[in-house]
Nanobody, 116 residues
Framework: QVQLVESGGGLVQPGGSLRLSCAAS????????MSWYRQAPGKERELVAA????????NYADSVKGRFTISRDNAKNTVYLQMNSLKPEDTALYYC?????????WGQGTQVTVSS
């Protein structure tokens, strides 16, 4: 059974940091590119960051470049999103996604709220 379980979300003040984790099971994690998406209320889901299956390459949305870092540990079947210098506009439900050719899986999401 495929599972992607996100964790690490919460309430943080502007300028603060959070580290999201996404634990994968039920598929060969090391084959899959991984990404983080987010969806704010009333907005479409958007790509935040992505990383290749081996972790050698990553890309980011312009809005998070220099503040967020995606990484993965294939031995632990986990992908991370380190979020620094958080802004109120980063408030959203954050999802991880696994993709290998036409096969893709989504997690249920973890809420990140940036507010004073």
């Amino acid at each position: 059974q495929v599972q992607l379980v996100e964790s690490g979300g919460g309430l943080v003040q502007p300028g603060g940091s959070l580290r999201l984790s996404c634990a994968a099971s039920g598929f060969t994690f090391s084959r899959y590119a991984m990404s983080w998406y987010r969806q704010a209320p009333g907005k479409e889901r958007e790509l935040v960051a992505a990383i290749t299956n081996g972790g050698g390459s990553s890309n980011y949305a312009d809005s998070v470049k220099g503040r967020f870092t995606i990484s993965r540990d294939n031995a632990k079947n986990t992908v991370y999103l380190q979020m620094n210098s958080l802004k109120p506009e980063d408030t959203a439900l954050y999802y991880c996604k696994a993709q290998y050719y036409v096969s893709n899986y989504w997690g249920q999401g973890t809420q990140v709220t940036v507010s004073s």
